[in-house]
């Protein structure tokens, strides 16, 4: 570590040779001051030496690297040597002086112009003499002439420009005619006489003007400009959340159908193994009981063999005879074995083809749902809500009150009872829509179109030709249209229900959303108007919803 007086001779050091007026700071020799001794340049992250020697840190650690080896590490200025590598101390105010030194020197230096009279080094200039042409530091513009004819500007190095190349003369005025700048002898004898001419402050200031104005203009553009910028940058953005959102909804449809396919897979090769194993037993029976028969009946042929070969006449004729030799049931069994093994035949491909029938089934929907336009935009029209029936605050949710106490306006459009209709229409293409029903009472989810009756047993979905409907009542499902039921074989175990819509096409399909999603019926029309999304509630509440763009392909 350094001694105390070590630090304090060190720091008057600095301010002998730094704490100097600015204007002497600014010299070639000050600044010599600043160079490490070892790259010969300005100091970065200056350190010090027990002998009072500053170096750039980098630069004296490589000049100590190569000393290692040696063991002798040396002073590279002036060779002071030192047992031990020496402990590198970090000079803040040799820092400090060197970082304000730095900032004056660039803002002084910002223009570029130099003093013309300051030889020895360069100074930068803080005026220009358009009569002496010459640009001045601080020193030399105290002793410069204040004669009228010396006019002093910002520092410039184009000073000839600022005189008339005719006359010589300093360019005063401003011709509005010519649109030139011009001096006095100019507008007295020269080409501009008679000009309607300006002092070049007037013109200058008539001309900030119009370029303020000019300036306001490029500025309401500009805005303009950001502002149609940053719609794009935000159609660019949403576009690539479509685009993230379909890789998504893609990436799952494809692991859905991997999915579906190795379950059918599954269950078609269970039932192979299945029928396999059947035929197997059976083939197995039959066969050890036909090796039962054959084992039998070569006894018998051996026997008879025996009688053949045998010489006393008494043996031959005292053995039965060779008829009873024979199995009285032979001509039966015979029948049975062939009725059997005529009932062992090939695997029964009629019940693999059903099974395999549903890729049918499985490429439908696909074909059914994949682009199909989800619920986010699904909301329920107030306008045609029954005055017992609830819509809740964001517009996705139906629930049956008792009475008729919502007060809501009487319109033409307005159902009588448990019904609500939602504002959008659909006029093309495919969509889908979720419902989620809570509550053990009756209620009826579907489609229709706007001309549908709003009052009387006729205005409920699937009551008339204008609308269909899955509904439950009773605690029995069916899908309604026109007053006839198509009765669902199985209850709906789920609270989720989706309705598919393919407009072109003409069919309207409902699901179970249960694990795998339940194909329920498919209604097949010609639709010749726009439909609406319609709900019917009673003693419950049915609930759009369209959180998720995630479409659960049906299976």
Not at 263 to 289: A, D, G, P
Not at 370 to 385: H, K
Request: proline residues 3%; hydrophobic residues 30%; charged residues 30%.
């Amino acid at each position: 570590m350094c001694k105390p007086d070590f630090w304090i001779l060190n720091l008057r050091e600095l301010q002998f040779r730094f704490c100097r007026p600015l204007s002497a700071m600014a010299s070639a020799d000050v600044r010599a001051e600043l160079d490490c001794s070892i790259c010969l340049q300005t100091y970065t992250d200056p350190v010090m030496l027990r002998c009072g020697h500053n170096f750039c840190r980098v630069c004296i650690d490589r000049a100590l690297d190569t000393q290692d080896k040696s063991g002798v590490y040396t002073c590279p200025e002036c060779r002071e040597e030192f047992q031990e590598r020496p402990a590198l101390m970090r000079c803040l105010a040799l820092r400090n002086i060197m970082e304000n030194l730095l900032i004056t020197q660039h803002k002084e230096t910002e223009t570029g112009i130099f003093c013309t009279y300051c030889v020895d080094s360069p100074v930068p200039a803080v005026k220009s003499c358009l009569h002496c042409e010459a640009s001045l530091c601080e020193k030399h513009l105290r002793v410069h002439s204040k004669s009228a004819e010396h006019v002093l500007s910002d520092p410039s190095t184009s000073l000839e420009k600022r005189k008339c190349s005719v006359h010589k003369k300093i360019l005063e005025y401003y011709c509005t005619e010519d649109y030139a700048c011009i001096c006095v002898s100019c507008s007295l004898a020269g080409e501009h006489k008679g000009h309607h001419v300006e002092m070049l402050d007037e013109a200058s200031e008539k001309r900030k003007g119009k370029l303020k104005n000019i300036l306001q203009k490029l500025t309401r553009k500009r805005k303009k400009t950001k502002k149609r910028v940053q719609n794009l940058e935000e159609r660019w953005r949403k576009a690539q959340e479509k685009a993230s959102g379909e890789a998504e909804r893609v990436t799952v449809l494809f692991t859905d159908i991997r999915r579906r396919l190795d379950n059918l897979k599954k269950r078609v090769l269970s039932e192979i193994s299945r029928q396999e194993k059947e035929e197997s037993l059976s083939f197995s029976s039959l066969i050890q009981k036909l090796e039962i028969k054959k084992d039998e009946l070569s006894r018998r042929m051996r026997h008879i063999e025996e009688l053949c070969n045998m010489t006393d006449p008494l043996t031959v004729l005292q053995e039965p005879d060779t008829g009873d030799l024979c199995d009285p049931e032979e001509e039966g069994g015979d029948e049975d074995m062939n009725r059997r093994l005529h009932d062992v035949g090939d695997l029964d491909v009629a019940v693999i083809s059903d099974k395999l029938h549903t890729l049918c089934d499985i490429i439908t929907d696909i074909r059914r749902g994949i682009y199909m336009e989800g619920p986010r935009d699904i909301l329920l029209d107030v306008n045609t809500a029954a005055n017992n029936v609830f819509i809740s605050d964001d517009l996705k949710t139906a629930t049956w009150t008792q009475n008729n106490n919502l007060n809501r306006p009487k319109r033409a459009e307005r159902f009588h009872n448990y019904q609500v209709m939602s504002s959008r229409r659909f006029t093309s293409g495919r969509h889908y829509w979720d419902v989620e029903i809570n509550g053990s009472g009756g209620w009826r989810v579907g489609m229709c179109y706007p001309i549908i009756d709003r009052w009387g047993g006729w205005s409920y979905i699937g009551e008339n030709t204008r609308s269909w409907s899955l509904m439950r009542y009773n605690d029995q499902y069916s899908v309604r249209h026109d007053s006839k039921d198509i009765q669902l074989c199985d209850k709906i175990s789920s609270d989720r229900v989706r309705i598919c819509l393919d407009y072109e096409a003409g069919q309207l399909s409902f699901y179970e959303l249960c694990d795998p999603t339940r194909h329920l019926h498919t209604v097949t029309a010609a639709f010749t108007e726009p439909l609406h999304a319609a709900i019917c509630v009673w003693r419950g509440s049915v609930k759009i919803s369209g959180g998720s763009r995630k479409c659960e392909k049906p299976s």
